[in-house]
Structure formats: C-alpha cells, structure tokens
Antibody, heavy 120, light 107 residues
Framework: QVQLVQSGAEVKKPGASVKVSCKASGYSFTNYGISWVRQAPGQGLEWMGWISAYNGNTNYVQKFQGRVTMTTDTSTSTAYLELRSLRSDDTAVYYC?????????????WGQGTLVTVSS | EIVLTQSPGTLSLSPGERATLSCRASQSVSNNYLAWYQQKPGQAPRLLIYGASIRATGIPDGFSGSGSGTDFTLTISRLEPEDFAVYYCQQYGSSLTFGGGTKVEIK
C-alpha cells in the first residue's frame, strides 16, 4: 500500500533552518512527484512547491523562493524539504503529498505531517 | 494567482441531511482542474474529487463534484457522522492554490 512517512516534530529558533523528510513506499518513487503543503495552526492549506522524483525538476511558490529547497534521494525513495531563515510565522504542520511526475496536480496520498515550531 | 473563495465558512447540518459546498474562482479554472479534500482534526487531508467531478479511489458515491469555469460544488448526499470535517477546494489549472475551507459541523 502507498505510504508517505514523514520525520518527527522539530523546534527551531528564528533564523535557523529545518529539513523535513518524507519516505515513500508501496509505489515506484520515480514515477511520481512530491508536493509540499503547510498548514499554520488553525489555518488553511498553503502549497509551497513541487519536485519531480524522476528528474529533480522543481517549482517553488514565489513567496518561498530563496528560502526553500526541495530534493529527492531516489536510492531511499525519500523527498526532503529544507526551509531556511525561519521566522515565527513559519510555525506550521508541513505535509508531503504524492503528485504527478511531470507537473503539479492534486495529491492522492499524504504524509502524516511534521510540526515545525519556530520560537526563541 | 487564482483565488478560490469557499462558502459558507461553516455549514451546520444534521446527520442524514444533504450538504452543498461552494468554491468560486477569481478566474476560469482551465480544464476544470479542481480538486476537493476532506480534513479531520489532527489528520492529513484526504483527496475526494479531482477533475471537478471524478471521485478518487475508495470515495463513496455519496460524494459528488460538479461545476466548470469559475463555479464548483461539492455535494454530500446524506451526511454520515464521519463526514463532519473541513473541506477544501484546490485548483491546479494555473499554478496551484487552495480555498479557505468550509467546516461542516453537527447541528
């Protein structure tokens, strides 16, 4: 069965970086892409960007350009989200979602979420 | 950027009633690339509908999506206890954006 399992909760100080992982199983990793979505406490969903697990092509939402890097490790079927220069308003649950390999569409499977708390 | 406006913000209904949720786009969504998700507290969202009207795998036929252009609707024919949740629409026709959500609560 398809599963996306994310890394555990993180607490970071303002200005620090965080790297969240998303390990895929139950499907051919390189036949799909991964999108990252975040949700601030009590708020809605916000798309951050997409990466193709086939060739590493990425598309980042302009709001996060320069602060975000999405990568994949095909040897371990794992996707990563790195967010730098953290601010308090980056406090959110970060989700990975299985997407299409050529572009961003919709997400048929999701990880369980990783809570990132940014606090001094 | 396409802005999606969901209404109402909260829908108070009883089990067995019909729920009608609206998602309006600030401009036409190309190819009707519109999806709906259900999210329960403490859980990740679950895909219900894509392509405006195609049910995702395993989704009961009590959930249906309709609409085109700028106006889309999610209908839950008869609310079951497990259907009380927050519902989000998402468009993927031009970049990707989510609506603000509709909470379906027990009346």
């Amino acid at each position: 069965q398809v599963q996306l399992v994310q890394s555990g909760a993180e607490v970071k100080k303002p200005g620090a970086s965080v790297k969240v992982s998303c390990k895929a199983s139950g499907y051919s990793f390189t036949n799909y892409g991964i999108s990252w979505v975040r949700q601030a406490p009590g708020q809605g969903l916000e798309w951050m960007g997409w990466i193709s697990a086939y060739n590493g092509n990425t598309n980042y939402v302009q709001k996060f350009q320069g602060r975000v890097t999405m990568t994949t490790d095909t040897s371990t079927s794992t996707a990563y989200l790195e967010l730098r220069s953290l601010r308090s308003d980056d406090t959110a649950v970060y989700y990975c979602g299985r997407d299409r390999v050529t572009s961003w569409y919709y997400f048929d499977f999701w990880g369980q979420g990783t809570l990132v708390t940014v606090s001094s | 950027e396409i802005v999606l406006t969901q209404s109402p913000g909260t829908l108070s209904l009883s089990p067995g009633e019909r729920a009608t949720l609206s998602c309006r786009a600030s401009q036409s969504v190309s190819n009707n690339y519109l999806a709906w998700y259900q999210q329960k507290p403490g859980q990740a969202p679950r895909l219900l509908i894509y392509g405006a009207s195609i049910r995702a795998t395993g989704i009961p036929d009590g959930f249906s999506g309709s609409g085109s252009g700028t106006d889309f609707t999610l209908t839950i024919s008869r609310l079951e206890p497990e259907d009380f949740a927050v519902y989000y629409c998402q468009q993927y026709g031009s970049s990707l954006t989510f609506g603000g959500g509709t909470k379906v609560e027990i009346k």
